[in-house]
């Protein structure tokens, strides 16, 4: 389980998340939703240990930690998928696997990759959400996009053993590549696992998700469950509620010709 | 459906108020339960699925180009002036291409993890002045000025590589500047010390036998005196390509070079391999320095900025992208022959020096397209 309590970040002077406050339970989706900038990419950073917070506390089954790495986040069994996916192109399958946690063996001056167990990881931990027949001696820049991300999914599942942070690509996905993060954070799910979804449609939020966690300028504008919305609700939440009001009612003040719509 | 239904008619499971649209909503309860296989082939793809094919199995391996070039050069330079190919010619050959080659193999493995250093050529100068000042002029023993000049040459890389990681600039420029200070430095400051500009006489610091044992020892094979620092050159890139492929280390920096962004997000410590990077390339430098230094004892100021950029001809040549990502250690070894081949041939063919470096430019050239068509083309990777 992991709490943040009070937790804040500051890019500068300009706090990116302030004072958050959120319990993610195992077993359970939580779907963070918010416009560019409301501060969910800092979130993820600061649950995968890319960013320290500055206030506050990050619980880990009660007990405060702070992450120097990201490395020591994966370590504490908690794996991100980032927006970006991060595989570096011209290496091939397995070594972007296993990047940041290489399985080694012989005493160190001598100490090398363990090449076989690295490959043999990769297959398993592809076979596990399902994608079979990928060379783990293939360069990724030669997978297709969609292969890229089970890539990057496979691997957090693989290393997450007690929460998968998933952050959503901002570009549009295709229905194939949303039932695989789908099938990601519900097999997650089932396993027990916190699961974080940062994602931009809130369709498929209410899809999938058990809670809702809106974000709005770095704070918490809405903590709902499955119960208290509908996807409808979702949806306008997610399009700026009051803000989008604001902005049309301004619009057909200054152009009258935009009648009422 | 048929699964949802005993939950929806048990007036039991109502009763749990939220829980019941919790846990009763789960229309993707057969996806859940293990993970089934997704059709990956439905998954959008652009363009033609990859084929395997001879051209794609030659451009994985960029270290080609420097193999081919140097069958060329081998080729003209053995009907032209034969003489390149007997035992002495073959010994001044190597010679050269062992120096070339241990620049070679650090500048490439820098250039793997996405840096560049033209400092290396000055640190060459300048450890090797410094070995000789304090053993000429300063009477120390060799060994403690050695030492003396590695650790300056260390810090120098700490340097460089804080000033990167510190403030984000390009290589490029921070090295420059660096080079820049360390060689006016040193040209400027060794007639001031050593009254020359140039220092000899060093066999008689204390302990020159074993240093010379180690750094300017030669072997006579068939009428051609080979160096050591051939076998330092080898050991150079032998290691160096264990470094890269077979470790931790080398999967960092590969990573960092390809994607620095993804680097920083899966934990590798990129300032820490930075750092360690240009401390290599520090090192690789004094050793330059200290093997051109031994076997002459003698060093003098001459300008050296511009051999830093022999070692990064040499490493393109052999196949690690300017862009960092991908590289390959035999590669610029065979860059730094090609090198030297080249450069021996034109002088025993008489010609004007400046016509090789005309070729090698086109040579670089070559070698900058190829790596382009490395990167676009990349879809087998023989050494993964």
């Known amino acids: 389980m992991l709490e943040l309590r009070g937790l804040t970040v500051r890019h500068g002077s300009v706090p990116a998340l302030d004072r958050v406050g959120v319990t993610l339970e195992g077993g359970r989706i939580t779907c963070v939703l918010g416009e560019n900038g409301s501060g969910k990419s800092t979130l993820v950073s600061v649950l995968s240990g890319l960013r320290r917070h500055d206030e506050g506390e990050l619980l880990l089954d009660g007990v405060p930690v702070r992450f120097p790495s990201p490395r020591a986040a994966r370590a504490a069994g908690i794996a991100t998928v980032w927006q970006d996916l991060a595989v570096a192109p011209l290496l091939s399958v397995w070594r972007n696997l296993c990047l940041g946690a290489e399985p080694t063996r012989g005493a160190w001056p001598l100490r090398r990759l363990d090449v ?63 039932t695989l993060v789908g099938q990601a954070v519900l097999g997650a799910r089932a396993q027990g696992l916190a699961v974080v979804l940062v994602t931009h449609n809130p369709r498929y939020a209410h899809l999938v998700g058990d809670r809702f966690l809106l974000l709005a300028r770095g704070q918490v504008a809405g903590d709902l469950t499955r119960a208290d919305v509908d996807s409808d609700d979702l949806t306008r939440l997610m399009a700026g509620g009051e803000e989008l009001t604001a902005l049309t009612t301004r619009l057909q003040e200054l152009h009258p010709e935009l009648g009422d719509r | 459906m048929v699964r949802r239904r005993p939950s929806a008619l048990a007036p039991a499971s109502l009763t749990r108020g939220r829980s019941w649209t919790l846990e009763s909503f789960q229309p993707e309860e057969a996806l859940l339960r293990s993970f089934a296989p997704v059709s990956v082939d439905r998954l959008p793809s652009r363009g033609t699925p990859p084929r395997r094919r001879l051209l794609d199995g030659v451009l994985a391996r960029p270290g080609l180009a420097a193999v081919l070039g140097l069958l060329v050069v081998v080729l003209l330079f053995g009907l032209r002036v034969p003489d390149l190919f007997s035992p002495a010619g073959l010994a001044a050959v190597l010679d050269s291409a062992a120096l070339l080659g ?221 862009t960092g990502g991908f590289g390959s250690m035999a590669g610029a070894a065979a860059g730094a022959l090609l090198y030297a081949v080249a450069r021996e041939g034109v002088e025993l063919a008489g010609w004007d020096q400046r016509w090789s470096q005309a070729a090698l430019g086109v040579l670089l050239l070559v070698a900058l397209l190829v790596g382009g068509a490395v990167r676009g083309r990349l879809r087998a990777a023989p050494r993964s």
């Open chain 1, 116 to 178: 076989d167990a690295a490959r043999e990881t990769t297959v398993r931990a592809l076979e596990r959400i399902g994608v079979t027949g990928v060379d783990p001696d293939q360069p990724v820049n030669s997978l297709r996009p969609g292969l890229r991300q089970s890539l990057a999914i496979a691997r957090a599942v693989h290393y997450g053993a007690r929460a998968l942070v998933l952050d959503e690509p901002t570009e549009p996905m295709t229905i194939a590549q949303h």
């Open chain 2, 102 to 322: 241990i620049g070679g193999v650090a500048v490439g493995l820098l250039l793997v993890g996405g840096h560049f250093d033209l400092s290396i050529g000055t640190v060459t100068l300048s450890s090797a002045v410094l070995t000789a000042v304090l053993a000429g002029p300063g009477e120390w023993g060799i060994w403690p000025a050695l030492l003396t000049s590695l650790a300056a040459a260390l810090a120098v890389g700490l340097v460089n590589g804080w000033l990167v990681v510190r403030t984000g600039l390009p290589s490029f420029l921070v090295t420059l500047a660096t080079a820049l200070v360390l060689q006016g430095t040193t040209l400027s400051a060794l007639p001031l010390v050593a009254g020359a500009p140039r220092i000899s006489g060093l066999d008689a610091a204390p302990g020159w036998s074993s240093a010379s044992a180690v750094f300017g020892a030669t072997a006579e094979v068939g009428g051609g005196v080979f160096p050591v620092s051939v076998l330092w050159w080898l050991a150079a890139t032998a290691g160096a390509g264990w470094l890269l492929w077979r470790t931790r280390f080398g999967n960092e920096v590969l990573a960092m070079g390809g994607s620095r962004r993804a680097a920083r997000e899966l934990g590798v410590p990129v300032r820490r391999t930075t750092l360690v990077l240009y401390v290599l390339t520090a090192t690789a430098g004094w050793l330059i320095g200290t093997l051109a230094l031994v076997p002459a004892a003698s060093v003098g100021a001459t300008p050296t900025l511009v051999t830093a950029i022999d070692y990064v001809v040499v490493a393109v040549i052999g196949g690690c992208l300017l």
